[in-house]
């Protein structure tokens, strides 16, 4: 379609009137084109992790404390700032301690607000005055921008500065105008925040996250494979269905589904307990990370659920790879390769024992088909996942925020991979009617998932699952997923789960530049940036790869992972000064945060800052507003010469 100029330039009229309003628009938008870059935060692979990732949010990412400590180190104490930044933080819950000491009196308050205040205005000098006012809550939004900017001139207005704190003191209304300030503070401290995959699984409150996320503004969120089994679900796909349920067994996570998204899983229960009720099913017990937490009668009905889903699982799988022979994953089919007289296994030409021979749900002769009983509890399980509302909400607002990858400011968001051979050149993949590789195969995959959740088509359906665990999903990035083999057989050869070339191809400075170029992206300060494989810092591994031009932030977030990682997760921060890493140790519990004023402790992995600020003017926005100001700039030139 054409750019019709008059027509466009007609509709911006409507917006500004004359050649005045146009005029100080321009000056407007310039001016902002010359503050100082915003902060984006990066964060991967959150699985399930509410406390330390919304302690992250809390603390900007450690801006906060880096504020406070630049506007206080000659004039507080450690705890003192340390307080500060707590109240900030958690405001409510750091207020309710204040008071329970009797430490809430009317000289605390005031400096409280005053330092509030302070920091507020550190935090938001990067922002236009506008930008500022729009962050604030509506109940408090004069009051605040008064203080602000009161406090910028207070040798002048000290007396009305003083009055407006004593009145909101006197007036019972501090407790709320701390909680406003803070949540300002916060606001400001994360200009925009990308989320490069899996916020579900191994950790228990996926939803918590979801609910957080969608309260914000500025975010995009790149999907993981365990999102996209989640979406799958959601949409339908009773292989991933049973995948997920499987999942949240082995990590003592049923109440997510049942307490949070509604899922009704009693009858998976009781079929669990009643076909495998002489079953000891010691490789199916859940892997808990909050010990103690549950009796070992839960203990071993979790093993049952677990147990009973992976047979479900494996027979769902089966028959979908029959149904697609154009996805290639013959290779997986299993319960076929079983002597179940002998309880052995044939595998790539290796027989192998089977730790344990109890299957009571499979006909050898047909192994692949479901009893009547398992048939019934996909059916209701089924039902359950495609009528929860809060699911429904969750999986919308993914399809809205998110997609496969994503271009930010000259850098290539991708949680998983891009699926290359070994000799580098892009593989193409043969997805639905079509045959793709690269971008257009990423591209074209968000179509597909589109077509899934919108319109129910069901080839679409299938793939999803292939996406969750294919060779060539960009999700995935290995050979096979080893579930079975995990399982059932006690030789870790087996287990191994080889990754696909690119792990290894990208690994080279040359060829991230490769992959940049082939998105449209050339500029010197970009980057590949990817989460999904856990970092192994604990065994040297880095996450700064490729002379810095990739750069893998998954570093632990999930406990299951952090005996790997010996961390808990990275942070990637992108200010107008550069880019900084960090490396994060264990967190605190939020209640220890809010009692002791314990913060998320880090260290610098890369620091890549630069001399010279980033500018709004050298970011994708800035871009935009260039473009808004040659349009305004071509209005100006028709109101003089009186065309408009």
Same mark, same amino acid.
């Given at each position: 379609?054409?750019?019709?100029?008059?027509?466009?330039?007609? !509709?911006?009229?409507? %917006?500004?009137?004359?050649?005045?309003?146009?005029?100080?628009?321009?000056?407007?938008?310039?001016?902002?084109?010359?503050?100082?870059?915003?902060?984006?935060?990066? !964060?991967?692979? $959150?699985?399930?992790?509410?406390?330390?990732?919304?302690?992250?949010?809390?603390?900007?990412?450690?801006?906060?404390?880096?504020?406070?400590?630049?506007?206080?180190?000659?004039?507080?104490?450690?705890?003192?700032?340390?307080?500060?930044?707590?109240?900030?933080?958690?405001?409510? /819950?750091?207020? #309710?301690?204040?008071?329970?000491?009797?430490?809430?009196?009317?000289?605390?308050?005031?400096?409280?607000?005053?330092?509030?205040? /302070?920091?507020?205005?550190?935090?938001?000098?990067?922002?236009?005055?506008?930008?500022?006012?729009?962050?604030?809550?509506?109940?408090?939004?004069?009051?605040?921008?008064? +203080?602000?900017?009161?406090?910028?001139?207070?040798?002048?207005?000290?007396?009305?500065?003083?009055?407006? $704190?004593?009145?909101?003191?006197?007036?019972?209304?501090?407790?709320?105008?701390?909680?406003?300030?803070?949540?300002?503070?916060?606001?400001?401290?994360?200009?925009?925040?990308?989320?490069?995959?899996?916020?579900?699984?191994? @950790?228990?409150?996926?939803?918590?996250?979801?609910?957080?996320?969608?309260?914000?503004?500025?975010?995009?969120?790149?999907?993981?494979?365990?999102?996209?089994?989640?979406?799958?679900?959601?949409?339908?796909?009773?292989?991933?269905?049973?995948?997920? *349920?499987?999942?949240?067994?082995?990590?003592?996570?049923?109440?997510?589904?049942?307490?949070?998204?509604?899922?009704?899983?009693?009858?998976?229960?009781?079929?669990?307990?009643?076909?495998?009720?002489?079953?000891? @099913?010691?490789?199916?017990?859940?892997?808990?990370?909050?010990?103690?937490?549950?009796?070992?009668?839960?203990?071993?009905? !979790?093993?049952?659920?677990?147990?009973?889903?992976?047979?479900?699982?494996?027979?769902?799988?089966?028959?979908?790879?029959?149904?697609?022979?154009?996805?290639?994953?013959?290779?997986?089919?299993? +319960?076929?390769?079983?002597?179940?007289?002998?309880?052995?296994?044939?595998?790539?030409?290796?027989?192998?024992?089977?730790?344990?021979?109890?299957?009571?749900?499979?006909?050898?002769?047909?192994?692949?088909?479901?009893?009547?009983?398992?048939?019934?509890?996909?059916?209701?399980?089924?039902?359950?996942?495609?009528? #929860?509302?809060?699911?429904?909400?969750? *999986?919308?607002?993914?399809?809205?925020?998110?997609?496969?990858?994503?271009?930010?400011?000259?850098?290539?968001?991708?949680?998983?991979?891009?699926?290359?051979?070994?000799? @580098?050149?892009?593989?193409? *993949?043969?997805?639905?009617?079509?045959?793709?590789?690269?971008? /257009?195969? $990423?591209?074209?995959?968000?179509?597909?998932?589109?077509?899934?959740?919108?319109?129910?088509?069901? %080839?679409?359906?299938?793939?999803?699952?292939?996406?969750?665990?294919?060779?060539?999903?960009?999700?995935?990035?290995?050979?096979?997923?080893?579930?079975?083999?995990?399982?059932?057989?006690?030789?870790?050869?087996?287990?191994?789960?080889?990754?696909?070339?690119?792990?290894?191809?990208?690994?080279?400075? &040359?060829?991230?530049?490769?992959? +940049?170029?082939?998105?449209?992206?050339?500029?010197?300060? #970009?980057?590949?940036?990817?989460?999904?494989?856990?970092?192994?810092?604990?065994?040297?591994?880095?996450?700064?790869?490729?002379?810095?031009?990739?750069?893998?932030?998954?570093?632990?977030?999930?406990?299951?992972?952090?005996?790997?990682?010996?961390?808990?997760?990275?942070?990637?921060?992108?200010?107008?000064?550069?880019?900084?890493?960090?490396?994060?140790?264990?967190?605190? #519990?939020?209640?220890?945060?809010?009692?002791?004023? %314990?913060? $998320?402790?880090? &260290? =610098?992995?890369?620091?890549?800052?630069? +001399?010279?600020?980033?500018?709004?003017?050298?970011?994708?926005?800035?871009?935009?507003?260039?473009?808004? =100001?040659?349009?305004?700039?071509?209005?100006?030139?028709?109101?003089?010469?009186?065309?408009?």
């Amino acid at each position: 379609m054409e750019y019709d100029k008059n027509a466009y330039l007609q !509709l911006l009229s409507r %917006e500004f009137t004359n050649a005045k309003e146009v005029t100080e628009e321009i000056i407007n938008l310039e001016a902002i084109l010359k503050l100082p870059k915003g902060t984006e935060i990066f !964060l991967s692979d $959150l699985h399930g992790e509410y406390e330390p990732f919304v302690h992250i949010l809390n603390n900007g990412a450690g801006r906060i404390k880096a504020k406070i400590n630049d506007l206080y180190k000659t004039e507080l104490y450690k705890k003192d700032m340390d307080d500060l930044a707590t109240l900030i933080y958690y405001p409510e /819950e750091r207020l #309710s301690i204040i008071k329970s000491r009797n430490e809430n009196t009317p000289e605390w308050y005031i400096m409280n607000l005053r330092r509030l205040v /302070e920091v507020c205005r550190e935090v938001g000098t990067k922002y236009s005055r506008s930008k500022v006012r729009k962050t604030l809550p509506n109940n408090f939004a004069y009051i605040i921008d008064e +203080l602000l900017h009161a406090a910028s001139s207070k040798t002048d207005k000290e007396n009305y500065y003083q009055s407006i $704190l004593d009145n909101i003191v006197e007036l019972g209304a501090a407790d709320d105008l701390i909680k406003a300030i803070s949540k300002t503070i916060k606001r400001l401290a994360i200009d925009y925040l990308h989320v490069v995959g899996d916020i579900f699984d191994r @950790g228990q409150y996926p939803d918590l996250i979801i609910d957080r996320l969608m309260k914000l503004k500025y975010l995009d969120i790149q999907w993981g494979n365990h999102d996209i089994l989640w979406m799958a679900a959601a949409c339908g796909n009773d292989a991933c269905i049973a995948n997920l *349920v499987r999942i949240c067994a082995r990590y003592d996570n049923i109440r997510v589904l049942e307490d949070r998204y509604g899922i009704n899983i009693r009858p998976l229960s009781i079929f669990a307990l009643q076909t495998y009720k002489e079953d000891p @099913g010691k490789k199916f017990l859940p892997k808990i990370y909050d010990y103690n937490k549950y009796a070992d009668t839960d203990n071993r009905l !979790l093993s049952k659920i677990n147990k009973a889903m992976t047979i479900i699982q494996f027979k769902l799988e089966g028959q979908l790879i029959k149904k697609h022979p154009e996805y290639k994953m013959e290779h997986r089919l299993l +319960l076929d390769k079983i002597d179940y007289k002998s309880g052995t296994i044939k595998l790539n030409g290796n027989k192998y024992k089977l730790n344990d021979k109890y299957f009571p749900t499979i006909d050898p002769k047909h192994p692949y088909r479901l009893t009547d009983e398992e048939k019934e509890i996909v059916e209701r399980l089924h039902t359950s996942f495609t009528s #929860s509302s809060k699911l429904k909400e969750h *999986v919308k607002f993914l399809y809205d925020v998110g997609s496969t990858y994503k271009i930010f400011n000259s850098n290539l968001l991708i949680h998983a991979c891009i699926p290359v051979n070994e000799d @580098g050149s892009f593989t193409r *993949v043969k997805v639905l009617d079509k045959e793709l590789e690269g971008k /257009e195969l $990423l591209d074209y995959l968000d179509n597909v998932i589109a077509k899934a959740y919108y319109s129910g088509n069901i %080839e679409a359906k299938d793939y999803m699952w292939y996406l969750w665990c294919g060779k060539d999903s960009p999700f995935f990035g290995k050979e096979k997923m080893t579930t079975f083999e995990r399982y059932f057989i006690d030789d870790k050869e087996t287990h191994k789960e080889k990754k696909i070339p690119y792990y290894t191809f990208i690994t080279k400075k &040359e060829n991230c530049e490769k992959v +940049l170029k082939s998105f449209g992206i050339e500029e010197e300060f #970009s980057h590949i940036i990817n989460g999904h494989t856990p970092v192994k810092s604990s065994e040297g591994e880095s996450p700064v790869r490729a002379e810095g031009k990739l750069l893998v932030i998954d570093g632990g977030f999930a406990k299951a992972y952090r005996e790997k990682t010996g961390k808990a997760g990275y942070t990637l921060a992108y200010n107008s000064r550069g880019l900084v890493l960090n490396a994060n140790n264990t967190p605190p #519990s939020i209640k220890d945060a809010v009692r002791y004023g %314990e913060d $998320l402790q880090s &260290e =610098i992995i890369v620091d890549a800052r630069t +001399l010279e600020r980033k500018t709004v003017a050298d970011t994708d926005i800035g871009k935009d507003l260039r473009n808004q =100001i040659d349009a305004l700039k071509a209005l100006l030139e028709e109101y003089r010469k009186h065309n408009i």
